[in-house]
């Protein structure tokens, strides 16, 4: 599995948590889904992506994107 498609596949896994976290806890933990999301928009426009690097650094195989 690539680089991208493993940051796609994180993005997602935590969005549904911290909307089952809100539905279910608190609606406090939107504000982690709000943060994902403004992290995938940021990543869409510099390309710079934390989740990225430190897959690189584990050996990851490179995909288009990162």
């Known amino acids: 599995m ?3 498609r493993m940051v796609m596949a ?16 608190s609606p406090n ?5 709000a943060f994902v999301g403004a992290n995938l928009v940021q990543a869409s426009f510099t390309g710079f ?8 650094k584990f050996g990851v195989k490179s995909g288009c994107a990162f």
């Open 2 to 4: 690539s680089i991208d």
């Open 10 to 25: 994180f993005a997602g896994s935590f969005i549904l948590a911290s909307l089952a976290l809100a539905h279910w806890h």
């Open 29 to 33: 933990w939107l504000w982690f889904t």
């Open 49 to 56: 992506c934390p989740l990225a690097i430190i897959l690189k």
